[in-house]
């Protein structure tokens, strides 16, 4: 499918309405109330990077592969659960090497043709070759060999080793329309024809976009999938500033808000219209250095800072959250509470930083955050207070998501400090050890550059092995290694933060990217 990036409102006449008392910022849920639609209004302030479901990563692109494309499984429910996607059925194994989908016959793409096991298999092998995305949560586990097509109705998996996470990673390997990517390959597997255009079956679709402004999803007037609520689309509108956000949502203007912070939370206990969601979620808030470039290559300097940072500021900034005790999040499995970890610590962050060559401070680093996110700007202030009590300046540079994103391709092109949060995709200690500590992600803004062949091989054993005992054993070591590195500042695990209008109806709270809104269950 193609979509255009033109509205039918001119971005002039859109200005002109602004000069004229429309407020840009209010202008979708104007314009579509006046049209009488059910259009939800999602404000966020993170860009979708690009339609590609095998290369786009981050919640923005999340919320866009979860409306527009479909798994052969989602997540649903609290704990989560894996529940029916394209596959109506499955079956294992008493190995759990091999597993067996029975397709949903009435699973049809945007084009109207069938969704196929050929399609299914296509899907797979393309997000393995290109090795981007979220192909990481099955790399070593599934094969491009190892996926195959039994009938046009049924699909085959041999893994490579068994994997305790399998059902739960499948939500995040979307399926395309092989033959509309194949018509469209280009050079590049048709990521350029992806980066605009769409191959899905999800329940929406791209109706018009325009970057950095808003992206608007349609419903799928005889979408396949069972019968949700009532919306005839959703609009993804891009608000950088938290505290706009959450203007509008008391003024109606948008009807989740998903980037609140806890002062936001807190001045929207009693706002009329109004309900917020704060929820318990695996999802952590780091800092991650540059362990391969610069000064911060040297554990000695990561050391001094780790032990300088106020990590009861970071907390009290947070407002709803609780510190990290290394890096996998509180309850997980495998998570030791009785990790020895960083806190604050002068006299040890100077006899750290004393083994370096800046024993006595003298230099200057640098950090970028996320443009418009009071709560990373906090942050960023924070360490360059942090530091200052080790002679070290701070350069603190605001970026866009996408311009954060590419500045992680290289150690030559990584800052020295860079925030990240991560939320859980699936509830196993894999999704954030892999993502955030294995070295097949450098490259990426999960993992820019942090490699380490233990713990690698820690990873790799941990994913592998069904057994949740020896499970815990490993991801102790796990934890251990990485903490004695210190590749990270690790920060603290905030509570899911949402703000919704009391019209929105039908929304169920799940523990896993739940940013990334699923609409079409949803009702105005």
Same mark, same amino acid.
């Given at each position: 499918m193609t979509v255009s990036k033109q509205f039918n409102v001119s971005r002039r006449g859109l200005l002109a309405m602004a000069g004229a008392g429309l407020a840009a910022a209010s202008f979708p849920t104007q314009l579509f109330a006046q049209s009488g639609s059910n259009i939800l209004i999602i404000a966020s302030g993170q860009d979708i990077p690009n339609f590609d479901p095998h290369t786009a990563t981050g919640y923005s692109a999340s919320f866009f592969l979860r409306n527009v494309y479909d798994p052969l499984v989602r997540v649903s429910g609290n704990p989560p659960e894996p529940v029916p996607g394209l596959a109506e059925s499955w079956t294992m194994s008493e190995d759990g090497l091999t597993y067996t989908f029975k397709l949903n016959p009435a699973a049809k793409f945007h084009s109207g043709n069938p969704v196929t096991a050929d399609d299914v298999v296509y899907s797979f092998q393309r997000a393995l070759e290109l090795a981007k995305g979220n192909s990481w949560m099955i790399r070593g586990i599934v094969t491009p060999e190892g996926v195959s097509a039994v009938d046009a109705g049924t699909v085959e998996f041999k893994l490579e080793t068994p994997f305790a996470a399998f059902l739960q990673v499948l939500p995040w390997i979307?399926?395309?329309?092989? #033959? #509309?990517?194949? =018509?469209? @390959? &280009? /050079?590049?597997? &048709?990521?350029?024809? @992806? @980066?605009?255009n769409t191959a899905g079956s999800g329940p929406f679709q791209v109706a018009r976009f325009e970057v950095g402004t808003l992206y608007h999803l349609a %419903?799928? =007037?005889?979408?396949w999938q069972p019968a949700g609520g009532n919306l005839d689309g959703v609009i993804w509108q891009i608000v950088r500033e938290t505290a706009t956000q959450r203007l509008m949502l008391q003024r109606g203007e948008a009807h989740i808000a998903v980037d609140l912070t806890s002062e936001d939370m807190d001045s929207l206990k009693d706002a009329p219209g109004v309900v917020r969601v704060i929820e318990p979620e695996y999802r952590t808030f780091s800092i991650k250095m540059n362990t391969e470039k610069g000064p911060l290559a040297d554990v000695n300097l990561r050391k001094a800072i780790s032990y300088a940072t106020n990590y009861q500021a970071i907390l009290d900034a947070a407002g709803y959250a609780d510190l990290m005790t290394g890096p996998l999040p509180n309850g997980i499995l495998g998570f030791n509470p009785d990790l020895e970890v960083y806190r604050t610590d002068l006299d040890k962050a100077k006899e750290y930083l004393a083994k370096t060559e800046y024993p006595e401070g003298g230099l200057t680093l640098k950090m970028v955050h996320v443009s418009g996110l009071e709560q990373q700007r906090r942050w960023a202030l924070i360490m360059l207070d942090s530091l200052k009590k080790l002679n070290i /300046?701070?350069? *603190?540079?605001? @970026?866009?998501?996408? /311009?954060?994103?590419a500045a992680c391709k290289s150690p030559e092109t990584f800052p020295d400090l860079f925030p990240v949060y991560q939320t859980a995709n699936y509830g196993d200690p894999d999704n954030i050890a892999f993502a955030a500590y294995h070295s097949s992600r450098n490259g990426g803004w999960q993992n820019a550059v942090y490699h380490n062949p233990e713990v690698d091989a820690l990873i790799e054993a941990g994913r #592998?092995? *069904? /057994?949740? #005992?020896? %499970?815990?054993? *490993?991801? &102790?070591?796990?934890?251990?290694?990485v903490v004695a590195d210190a590749p990270d500042i690790f920060g603290v695990l905030e509570r899911r933060k949402l703000g919704m209008r009391d019209n929105v109806k039908g929304y169920h709270f799940t523990p896993v990217a739940s940013n990334a809104i699923e609409a079409w269950p949803l009702s105005l």
């Open positions: 979307f399926v395309v329309e092989k #033959a #509309a990517v194949e =018509a469209n @390959l &280009g /050079d590049d597997q &048709g990521q350029s024809w @992806l @980066l605009t %419903r799928v =007037a005889d979408a /300046d701070l350069e *603190i540079q605001p @970026l866009k998501w996408p /311009d954060m994103v #592998a092995e *069904i /057994d949740p #005992a020896k %499970r815990v054993e *490993i991801y &102790g070591e796990f934890q251990k290694k």
